[in-house]
């Protein structure tokens, strides 16, 4: 018999949030064979579980324990974010640790009764939740578990076929198959070997399949000259306190010296011009900053140039209704601001706001249930944007051609860059503001995102970041040529214009459809034939 306070249960509680904190902080180093890690992090929670594993009562306990190990954990994945203020970090980090934990609770009760059952439910009931944070205002996509193979793309060709959420579900299938075949013990020598046959198999076929997929074989033709701005300017004392037009003076500059004559897209960062005026003056002829880059553009022979702006309109409803509209003094009225994407061309200037803003520092979301964070926290930036209604999803960049362009947070979103490329994008953009934190580390994590997105859709993508990592990546998510924290400058490179769909692309959101279905079905299943869901008590069993 033992109690919480107990000496055994308490040494291993101690044992397992030592031991998955140290998992969790080796991956979040994003160092190049930090994916090996990936596939013993969840060997912990199912040791740990079998502390409990013969008790008739599930323990809150073992479920306190497993939440604060997925908070530690994912505050660790996050710290690079710190400067961005601790309060947003704990709050989010906070809810998607409980989103998980009703995963090992039901994981918990229902292999008491089939081992099968239980990691059915906890394999495909993980990635559901995963999938799930991809429409939630207030998901954090970013820290979906398949990411973390990125760091080696010859690996990941066969994202090709089901994307990030495949490598998901191929992660926690390893570790429950490294589980039962190192870790559990049995007496029968043939089942061992027949285990470990299975997770040699699982682990080679589909590395195997990617090692085929890996060469490079693109168009010498067809291929779009793009020039990446890498601007290198610290968002906490230069980028917002200087004026419009040194900023500007400071971007054009950085262009001249990349020598742009007939370049067809020229990529500026997220927010490069913090104050580009009133949405209905960019195409009026009467916005003097947008005028001053099109004249810019013309005369050094640039086809599109693509920049990174905000943008407002008068808020007309009662402000009390909306917690994102603020009081402007110059316009003596309550205004709204888009974080957008515009692409300056011979034809006009295509308009693209962001859909995907991140979680209390670009917006209040859900802001009816999140009404204390008005006041609470404040982003560092300044900036509380809305999304707009009327959007554009992709620029054309000349007749035939098009480009999808995904900015910052949303290059996490795997079925906006798959609609993108179904729309017709023959290559994506991905358009940074990085400059609010000093390690790299948040820099790797979302090149690495954009890896997966290359990967996923078989597409190029061009990446222009103000002080993170600015690169080309090619369909097969390798990276080509890349610029980082200081060093401002330009990436001139002709990128290869594909057109055909992948199998993920074409299928994904069926893919998806599928995993969410036959969780709810195993689920199903489990309610109504073989284990009752049991109550939630402190345990005073014999383990």
Known sequence: MYRVFDVDIRSKTIIFLSCTTLLYYLISTQSKWGFIICFVLFIPFFLYERAFKYSNTVSKLYLAAVFIALFVGNLISMTWMYKLGWVNLIYISMFYSLTFLPIFYLYHSFSKKSVFLGCAIFLLGWVSIELLHTYLEI??????????????????????YIGVMGGSLWIILINILLFHTLIEYSDNK?????????????????????????????????????????????????????????????????????????????????????????????????????????????????????????GYSVYKGNPDDNLLATYSKNSNSHILRYNMALNINDSRCQIRTKEKLVPFEETIPYPQLHWF???????????????????????????????????????????????????????????????WYDTISGAIMFENISKVRAIENQRWIVRSSNRGISSIISSKGKVKTRKQKSDAGGILFDVPILNQLSFYTRFGLVWHGIIVMVFLFFLVYGFCKLVPILPLQDDDTSV
């Open 190 to 310: 043939s089942v061992i070997i027949k285990n470990t046959i299975k997770t040699f198999f699982a682990i080679v076929l589909p590395v195997a399949i990617s090692i085929l997929n890996f060469e490079e074989n693109e168009p010498i033709l067809n291929n779009k000259s793009v020039l990446s701005i890498h601007t290198n300017l610290d968002c906490y004392h230069q980028k917002y306190d200087i004026s419009l037009d040194s900023i500007q003076n400071y971007y054009l500059n950085l262009i001249r010296r990349s020598n742009p004559a007939n370049v067809d897209l020229v990529l500026l960062p997220e927010n490069a011009f913090p104050s580009l005026g009133w949405m209905s003056s960019i195409n009026s002829g009467k916005n003097q900053e947008i005028d001053r880059l099109n004249n810019f553009r013309i005369s050094h022979q640039i086809k599109n140039l693509l920049v990174g702006g905000v």
């Open 139 to 160: 998901g954090l996509p970013i820290l979906s578990v398949g990411y973390n193979l990125a760091t080696l793309e010859s690996i990941i060709q066969w994202y090709q």
């Open 373 to 435: 964070f008005k006041k609470l926290y404040k982003s560092k930036g300044g900036f509380n944007f809305s999304r707009r209604k009327i959007n554009e999803l992709v620029f054309e960049i000349d007749k035939s051609e098009k480009v999808g362009t995904l900015i910052c947070f949303e290059s996490a979103f795997g079925q906006l860059a798959r609609s993108m490329v179904r729309e017709g994008s023959g290559f994506l953009a991905v358009i940074l503001n990085e400059g």
